[in-house]
């Protein structure tokens, strides 16, 4: 195993200068302007000063681009008005018991309206429901962001629901992602990404320096750990790997470990390329996926808050392309090996079908 202090002579390792405008009639590579500076909130009151502000710990990751406002204003109201209509079919179940109900939630839809339409999905069902419908009380045990399809879990009791929790929190629950980029070529095959995470001055999810881990933020949380191993799968349909999942999760090979410690150093030349990666998370922070695309240089497709393009060969994309692709995990109740699998999205299986032709 190779151990790697960033920054690293890895060429993959780029984050991309902002372009030169585009027309509106052009339907070449559109990337959203460049990040807004944070000089531009020095208007704002805030009870930090500067002296205040040297105390705590920088991050390492750009601020939010200015479009990213409205652009994610108007996927937050497009979602708001699909919920009234969305109901689950039985379709969408990946596995059902007397304690669990595991769903493949679709892009654009929140959370919390698949967790509303679980009593009318299992109403349709006599068995499923019937005299014991005031006795179930279902929780989310996991979540998925807005734009980010896949297996979601739901429990039907508060004390199988306890066990779920505890379990994502000691990391006993193996995750895979999918996720379709668009950057530079990376150089390498496998690679973890070690790292902090947490809010900056601003409220913006941010990655910090591994090192900075507890130190305090301005809002009074803390720097967290954050780890993520990737693998490539394709670049621009041509595959890299052929085991599965479950085959490459168990695998014990050499990897290179990415210790975070400076900002990923810009690379630019213009020529990118589609990039197909699976994701293994390690802890579970809040959009870390798309964190960590964004600092290798490959932000993923459609991410306009983590610099991903949203214009690509003349397609608009209405949100970013990350599929939760599996969860495993011991039985909260009966201890048994439970591994559920959501069927890829369309964009993946496109690019799955290209790379194996």
Not at 136 to 153: P, W, Y
Not at 277 to 292: K, M, N, W, Y
Request: glycine share 6%; aromatic share 6%; net charge positive.
């Amino acid at each position: 195993m190779t151990i790697i202090p960033f920054p690293s002579p890895l060429p993959s390792i780029i984050r991309l200068r902002p372009p030169p405008p585009i027309s509106a009639a052009s339907t070449a590579v559109f990337r959203s302007p460049p990040p807004m500076s944070e000089n531009n909130h020095d208007s704002k009151k805030t009870h930090l000063d500067n002296n205040d502000l040297k105390n705590y710990p920088m991050p390492l990751s750009p601020p939010l681009p200015a479009i990213s406002k409205d652009l994610e204003l108007s996927r937050a109201l497009s979602a708001s008005s699909k919920s009234a209509l969305f109901s689950l079919s039985k379709a969408d179940v990946l596995l059902q018991d007397d304690w669990l109900i595991a769903l493949n939630k679709p892009q654009g839809v929140y959370c919390e309206t698949i967790l509303a339409s679980v009593p009318s999905l299992l109403s349709d069902s006599p068995d499923e429901l019937g005299t014991q419908s005031k006795k179930l009380e279902f929780h989310l045990a996991n979540r998925l962001d807005r734009d980010t399809s896949g297996v979601i879990l739901i429990t039907k009791s508060h004390k199988v629901a306890a066990k779920l929790v505890k379990a994502f929190t000691d990391h006993k629950i193996k995750k895979t992602y999918v996720a379709l980029c668009v950057g530079k070529a990376p150089k390498w095959k496998k690679i973890t990404l070690k790292s902090g995470h947490g809010r900056s001055k601003f409220g913006a999810w941010r990655v910090y320096a591994a090192t900075d881990v507890g130190r305090t933020l301005p809002g009074g949380s803390s720097v967290r750990d954050m780890e993520t191993k990737f693998e490539v799968l394709s670049i621009n349909g041509q595959r890299c790997y052929q085991k599965s999942s479950s085959e490459l999760e168990e695998l014990d090979i050499d990897i290179d470990i990415v210790v975070v410690k400076e900002k990923s150093v810009i690379e630019c030349d213009g020529n990118k390329v589609e990039i197909l990666v699976r994701a293994f998370p390690e802890s579970g922070r809040t959009h870390q996926i798309r964190l960590h695309c964004q600092y290798l240089g490959i932000p993923i497709r459609g991410d306009v808050k983590y610099e991903g393009v949203y214009e690509w060969d003349g397609v608009v994309y209405d949100g970013h392309q990350l599929h939760a692709e599996s969860l495993s995990f011991e039985h909260p109740v009966t201890g048994s090996r439970v591994v559920i699998q959501a069927p890829l999205p369309l964009w993946a299986t496109q690019v799955m079908e290209s790379s194996s032709g």
